[in-house]
């Protein structure tokens, strides 16, 4: 037997792994009718035990409570497995018959799952329950504070496939989760694709680990009170998302931004919903308690009680306590409650107005929210939609508790426990993750025109058709009336006359190019006429001089009508081509400021694909 735990875990990964992916090639052949069979006994078997696996969690972790963890069990295997339902992932999944299109639904294979601490039952049984759905197999690895819960909501899981007719060894987890085992997991060579949930740094692991991976950044959840909100529901609202398992969620309001006109009636509607107001002392202790130096959270108060954290920083407050609310006059590390929290402490921030409100939310987010979600209380459509293209986060929640709105218990968002912050956070996807985002689509695409037949420019038609490409008609001269719209200035048309006939030019195109040498302004007044000429075909170059025919050349001064014209451009630097493009190349290009230049023989990989916009990053030299 293997002493070393390291080692042992990671024998652990590849024995599991390759259990999963045995019987991974078996379930790709199942009908939709057969998935369905599956995922409604395994999400039966969840909801029976969605008590039991939540006090387990509580009892394990230290975090969070009962009542509301049971709340997440049932939003994956109540609502969720509702919504999942009716979608269609086997086989042919759409067909458009008009535009000769069919798509087929291809599972990806063995997902690598990386789970929190936080939310330990509610999602193992969403993970799991959306990789079956999409007929894949899954490994799950617990976070070490939670190992036995998981592995138990994992076993229940596996135990109800298996008796609806799973293979043996669809639903697997690690029973000695460590940090080399799950990267071992995440690198391994049959993992198909990682669905990651955790810290900044298990994401960044599984952004970097070469393979497909849905990760999410951290939430920083700012939420505005715009002047037509109604103040008492909308702080009854705040509060119960703020107490919501004590903050475990992600997506929990964080701070609350208002005018501060509305500040006394505010405070006074905290306290009427269990909210306790911490004095300027109170709040200085709670800064020192849930931020440590290094400026990351005090794992000691994530998911606790109100009373107990207030206990922890030195001071007590009453027993039906809700939420602590400390209020700030800045946003930043000078100001550390404006950061994520993870616990049920809220901060309030007043503005003067609307327009300073939405910087407030701006700043909020960008410190360490960046994409995840915001929320604003108003009944001002106008403000909804201004609130909404200005925030940096691609949750925008209307007059609804956070973590109930954003993963889809109070709004039509796709119930979710993983959600995806963008590419502003280093994310492949801005989704509420689903089945779907766990497919691949393969499509049937039939002959239904000529080539020439798909472009609208006579170029292309020519092109296709074997003709010759039309001549390119000359721009349009300043002042003409393809610039304007009007008759051309008759003083231009005679000034271009002039200008041509002083240079025995009968027109730009007719003459040829001309000599040309390097010169000085001498006529500033013909520039306009001379860049004309510069556009047109076979014209001078720019940054050269026309020599008039009597003038001596490379003598400036024998030539009274030389005129400069504006030097070109340098030259275009030689690009170099690769040949392999992977997800980490194109985060390093974006955050470097430059491009990756590919040919149609580059192989990228489709998570680089999905990461770089065409012409973004990636730019095709041919």
Known sequence: MLEDQDLRSIQEVRAKIALAHEAFLKYREYTQEQVDQIVDRMAAAARAHSESLARLAVEETGYGNVRDKVAKNLLNSDLLHRVIRPMKTVGIIREDREQGIVEIAEPVGVVAAILPTTNPTSTAIYKSLISLKSRNAIVLSPHPRAIRCTCETAALLSRAAEEAGAPKGIVQCLGEATIQGTNELMRHRQTGVILSTGGPGIVRAAYSSGKPALGVGPGNVAVLFEASADVDQAIASVVEGKSFDYGTVCSSEQTVVAEAGSRDRMLAALQANGAYLCDAQQTQALEKLLVTPEFRINPDCVGQAPGKIAEMAGFRVPAETRALVV????????????????????????????????????????????????????????????????????????????????????????????????????????????????????????????????????????????????????????????????????????????????????????????????????????????????????????????????????????????????????????????????????????????????????????????????????????
Request: proline share 10%; glycine share 10%; net charge neutral.
């Open 327 to 622: 209020e700030l006059t800045g946003v930043g590390k000078e100001h550390p409650l404006s950061a994520e929290k993870l616990s049920p402490v809220l901060a309030v921030y007043f503005v003067r107005d609307f327009a300073e409100a939405l910087d407030a939310c701006t700043r909020i987010l960008n410190f360490g929210g960046r994409g995840h979600t915001c929320g604003i209380y108003s009944k001002n459509e106008e403000r909804i939609r201004e609130f909404a293209f200005r925030m940096p986060a691609f949750r925008v929640l209307v007059n609804t508790p956070a973590p109930h709105g954003s993963t889809g218990i109070t709004t039509n968002l796709l119930p979710s426990m993983t959600l995806g912050c963008g590419a502003i956070a280093g994310n492949s996807t801005s989704d509420n993750i689903g089945p779907m985002h766990l497919l691949n689509i393969k499509r049937i695409a039939y002959h239904v025109r000529d080539a020439e037949q798909a472009f609208q420019s006579e170029e292309g038609r020519a092109w296709f058709a074997g003709k010759p490409l039309p001549a390119a008609a000359a721009p349009a001269a300043v002042g003409s009336a393809a610039s304007t719209g009007n008759a051309p200035a008759p003083r231009i048309d005679e000034a271009v006359g002039r200008y041509l006939a002083e240079r025995g030019l009968a027109s730009a195109s007719a003459a040829g190019p001309p000599t040309v040498r390097p010169s000085v302004v001498s006529n500033p007044a013909t520039a306009v006429v001379d860049r004309f000429l510069a556009r047109q075909p076979g014209g001078p170059a720019r940054g050269s001089t026309i020599e008039s025919p009597g003038s001596v050349s490379g003598n400036p001064a024998q030539s009274p009508a030389a005129t400069q014209i504006p030097s070109p451009p340098p030259p275009a630097p030689e690009v170099n081509v690769v040949g392999f493009v992977c997800e980490e190349d194109v985060r390093r290009a974006r955050v470097e400021g430059r491009k990756i230049y590919i040919d149609k023989d580059t192989i990228v990989t489709p998570a680089a694909q999905d990461l770089a916009d065409p012409g973004d990053v990636l730019v095709r030299t041919q």
